[in-house]
């Protein structure tokens, strides 16, 4: 995984099967490196004499590892072993390479938080899977999870709130709750070589100059209106609050920063640069006064001054941004090295690499896999749009027009306002993120064909592993939320 190239599209190779191999261990596996294979590919060799893999890297022989896992069928995907006598395998070789570097997904744990363990659990599932980012959502208004040595209070204050919002409404009414929790650097450094050894790479998102009323609960002297007392943010949506720009609010930040980049060694890193209200800057005549001596058109330019000064930092230190695609209007060009999350559509990616830069695929219209799954009237806390099982696994991430040197890959996004436990964060993600994981892989195919192939091997999977996803029927009656509202939109594409 040193870089994130993307190769074209190749269905994997199998050839005719040569019959029924008997291995005593079909774990065991010879690997063989070969540079000349393309990044992360692999040829897994089944014969009655052992097993022998040729990969083209690590990432390579963790790919071929996991057929031979497939191959061994649900009983492989347990904690122990519960297999008697002798492994029965198809004989033959077969030859697989991704198609796309950057496979992806984001897990919200600002909104609410994962325990460790659940995170390394989660990464279990992406590697299961052949994926190999999780982005990890650190920071928002809601919380804050990451502990900052300089700054101790980002998550003394911020890492914890008083209640949350139950479903989706327009008061002001929380559960009571206190919800909260942190990681400390050595937590993430856990995670982050657990990852690694399971070829994912761990992507932190520290969220700027929006979505910060957790850090601002912590320390208000960051904000617009120092004086003003906030609280970590109870209520799911955007608040109002933002980043003040003085100075030493982007040397707090680059002071974050820095320690961030101590823990994670990925070269991309995110800055957030979404949803970023202007009211606050165009209200406030300190804001004015700064954005005309920086020589800005308007106060609202403030927002992409602050993403610029955080991804020049970070290009100071050989490492790239990724922002939302919001960097593209935020009215300061973020430099052709910001990678670009393109989530309020495929419009934006396009932009994004007709201006230069490298850009992720992950429009919400397709895979936030917190959206309802169906217009069941059981569906729990039905919000955003409906994309089914077979929405996800019709997606192609290379819009018309797409260079292929501009896409870097493609990501799901696994956002947690509404998925407040583990197992809700099962329901919503599988068997969905299966769905996704296949398209971005080998580019996709036929649904129908797909269908069965699920049902009879992957879904047994999923049991052995002990994932709760949603049954293709429909919610069990536990995974329900009966009287929780909901905000379903509907879907125009």
């Known amino acids: 995984m040193s870089g994130f190239d993307t190769l074209l599209p190749r269905p994997v190779r199998v050839a005719p099967s040569r019959g029924e191999c008997l291995l005593a261990d079909a774990a065991a596996v010879e690997v063989h490196l070969d540079p000349e294979l393309p990044p992360e590919g692999y040829r897994l060799e089944v014969e009655p004499t052992g097993v022998r893999a040729v990969a083209a890297d690590v990432a390579g022989a963790g790919h071929a590892r996991q057929t031979l896992r497939q191959l061994r069928g649900p009983e492989a995907f347990r904690a122990a072993q519960i297999h008697d006598g002798p492994w029965r395998l198809p004989c033959g070789t077969v030859t697989d390479h991704p198609w796309l570097r950057w496979r992806g997904c984001l897990l919200d744990v600002a909104r609410h938080f994962r325990t460790k363990a659940e995170v390394l659990r989660f990464v279990d599932l992406l590697a299961v899977h052949k994926m190999n980012v999780l982005h990890l959502h650190l920071t928002d208004d809601q919380g804050w999870r990451i502990r900052i040595d300089r700054y101790p209070r980002l998550t003394e204050v911020g890492g914890w709130r008083a209640g949350s919002m139950v479903g989706r409404h327009g008061g002001p009414q929380t559960d009571g709750r206190p919800h909260g929790g942190f990681y400390t650097a050595e937590d993430l450094a856990e995670i982050v070589g657990y990852a690694e050894r399971r070829g994912v790479r761990v992507v932190p998102e520290i969220d700027v100059p929006g979505h910060v009323q957790a850090a601002l609960a912590a320390?208000?002297?960051?904000?617009?209106?120092?004086?003003?007392?906030?609280?970590?943010?109870?209520?799911?949506?955007?608040?109002?609050?933002?980043?003040?720009?003085?100075?030493?609010?982007?040397?707090?930040?680059?002071?974050?920063?820095?320690?961030?980049?101590?823990?994670?060694?990925?070269?991309?890193?995110?800055?957030g640069g979404d949803e970023v209200p202007v009211t606050q800057w165009e209200?406030?005549?300190?804001?004015?006064?700064?954005?005309?001596?920086?020589?800005?058109?308007?106060?609202?330019?403030?927002?992409?001054?602050?993403?610029?000064?955080?991804?020049e930092h970070l290009r100071e230190r050989g490492r790239r941004a990724l922002g939302w695609d919001e960097v593209l209007d935020a009215g300061t060009d973020p430099g052709t090295s910001t990678v670009v999350g393109s989530w309020r559509g495929e419009e934006a990616g396009l932009r994004a690499a007709a201006a230069g830069h490298d850009v992720v695929m992950c429009p919400e219209q397709w895979v936030y896999l917190d959206h309802r799954q169906s217009a069941h009237p059981e569906e729990p806390i039905p919000v955003g749009f409906l994309r089914t099982l077979e929405d996800v696994y019709h997606y192609r991430p290379r819009p018309e027009g797409m260079p292929v040197e501009r896409l870097l890959g493609a990501q799901a996004q696994v956002w947690t306002e509404h998925l407040d436990t583990a197992r809700r964060v099962?329901?919503?993600?599988?068997?969905?993120?299966a769905a996704f994981a296949e398209v971005a892989w080998s580019g996709g195919g036929d649904f129908a064909e797909f269908l069965p192939r699920l049902r009879e091997h992957h879904l047994p999977r999923l049991d052995a592993l002990g994932v709760e996803y949603r049954p293709l029927a429909g919610p069990l009656p536990w995974q329900t939320r009966p009287g929780v509202p909901g905000r379903p939109r509907d879907l125009s594409i």
């Open 219 to 271: 320390y208000p002297e960051l904000g617009v209106h120092p004086e003003r007392r906030l609280e970590v943010w109870t209520s799911w949506g955007v608040s109002e609050h933002v980043l003040n720009a003085e100075e030493s609010t982007v040397d707090f930040f680059r002071n974050v920063f820095d320690e961030v980049l101590e823990i994670f060694p990925s070269p991309v890193i995110g800055i």
């Open 283 to 311: 209200n406030d005549p300190r804001s004015r006064a700064r954005a005309a001596e920086l020589g800005l058109a308007s106060p609202g330019a403030l927002h992409g001054w602050f993403l610029g000064r955080i991804a």
């Open 426 to 433: 099962d329901y919503a993600a599988f068997p969905r993120l």
